[in-house]
């Protein structure tokens, strides 16, 4: 990594996106990828696509059962999506918006679901446009002005792609169903990335990944239930950066500029092991739920974000979550909570770029490990109105999610025998709400959500003006160097998914 060992004298902040990133997100797939965020960056929408009968309630997922959502969490469920015995059609047009011009997207997954005798499939396509985020403040030669990269220009949206495929079998007089899914992805951004590279005139995203499930779900009679998965998630994304350097002409006696290309990008694998059980208490109306999750995440490259004075080139995580559920209907009326710890340990280094004194090139220069203790709490209310006798209903839902980040870290500089420590916290909100409409026919669901608790990165300070070099081919600055704070934004994303049966 350039400039490896003044990076490890800055402030302990780690880079947000390099380790919680990628072409799949916590949101897709609830608590099966576990997000490993050491920045108070706000996450948005960009995942949360596919369809969701709870998303209204706050996402409550451990005591309560979602027909819609919960075959692309684990494809074993599309037996229970499936259930009626006949196939259907949806579709989920979905948009988000970061406040402050801070980003934003819009999605459309359209898919069927399909039950044959014991047989259960399912097939699903997705198109999404990102749009850039706006920086604002930007400085050049001391000029304050709306940085124009990727704000309104012709790089400012960007496609993305997925395809999702699921095929299962139920086997009714045991109760076991065993299924299995891909869900691939083309991207041409994330948002947020071009955000963190602050200095910057533009960035070319390109990459994606892919994400394989393997699912077993077991009923009993009452209403039990236990599942497993396995997943395995490959991720490959590179950033193209461009910068404009400044430097002083001494002969023609002026500031020039000049472009510089640098390449950066991520990669990284992960493996994971979801548990879930669920049982009805008697007669009384509850239902509790438990889940233990464990991923493994190899950092095989992380980025070198500008916002990241922490230096890491690559690294691995180990992360669980283990949750408790408690939901109750009574009346038409649901009442869920969902209750979730994560304890995380990351190992992070960098290492260096040449020889020196005490270091072979190549070798380990500064070592990172990292402790978290995280929290998630979720509630959700719904309740039904019956419009017409057997034939319609209407579904009222609110929701809230807290989420509490906390994390230590401790930091080892080889190559200067010196140590030291730091650390954050924060808390994240999220408010959700929604409205389904269900007939026989067709079923119609709005869900909308507000986050708040996170930031989007602002330049405030410009990169410094160097003094013209000698052979340019032979001369290659250093990064830019900026002064960056994260100004608290506010994510809203609004879904509208419609279902229709095949008869």
Known sequence: MAAIFGEAQRALVVSALALSVGPFSVSTARAQL??????????????????????????????????????????????????????????????????????GGSTFPAGVVARSGSSFAGAAVAIQSITDGRRANAINGGVVLEDQSG?????????????????????????????????????????????????SRSVRQSGGGADFRLGLLKEWNGGHSFEALLLRRHANMSNDVTYMDLYWDPIRRQTIERSRLQYDGEKSRTSGLHLAYQRVLADSGWRVGAVFTANRLDHLSTPDYE?????????????????????????????????????????????????????ESGSRAVDNRLRFSN????????????????????????????????????????????TRTGGDDWM????????????????????????????????????????????????????PQST??????????????VSLPVR
């Open 428 to 479: 994240e909100w999220a408010r959700s709400w929604g409205v389904v409409y269900h007939k026989p026919a067709f079923e119609i669901r709005y869900a909308g959500r507000l986050t708040s608790g996170g930031g989007r990165p602002g330049v405030l300070s410009p990169s410094s003006v160097a003094p013209a070099p000698g052979p340019i081919s032979s001369f290659r600055p250093p990064p």
């Open 307 to 359: 916002i990241a004075s922490f230096p890491s080139d690559r690294g691995r995580s180990s992360a669980f979550n283990l949750g408790l559920g408690l939901a109750r209907t009574h009346g038409g009326a649901t009442v869920a909570i969902d209750a979730i710890y994560e304890p995380i340990w990351s190992h992070l280094w960098a290492v260096a770029d040449s020889a020196t004194p005490s270091l």
């Open 151 to 199: 704000a309104g220009g012709a790089d400012d949206s960007h496609a993305n792609r997925y395809a999702y495929l699921m095929f299962g079998r139920a086997f009714a007089a045991s109760g076991l169903s065993i299924a299995a899914s891909g869900l691939w992805s083309t991207l041409g951004a994330i948002d947020g990335v071009n955000l963190l590279y602050t200095s």
């Open 375 to 418: 929290a998630l709490l979720r509630v959700g209310l719904s309740q039904d109105v019956e419009l017409e006798k057997k034939t319609s209903l209407l579904r009222l839902q609110l929701g809230i999610q807290a989420r509490s980040v906390y994390y230590s870290v401790d930091q080892r500089d080889i190559a200067r025998g010196a």
């Open 34 to 103: 576990i997000a490993v965020k050491t920045l108070r960056i706000a996450d948005g929408e960009q995942f949360s696509f596919f369809p969701s009968a709870n998303r209204g309630m706050g996402g409550v997922s451990i005591a309560v059962r979602d027909s819609i959502h919960d075959l692309f969490v684990n494809p074993a469920k599309g037996g229970w999506a499936a259930r009626s015995g006949r196939s259907y059609f949806f579709g989920a047009p979905t948009v988000f918006s970061v406040s402050s011009k801070a980003g």
């Open 484 to 497: 960056t704070t994260l100004n608290d934004v506010r994510v809203t994303m609004h879904q509208l998914s």
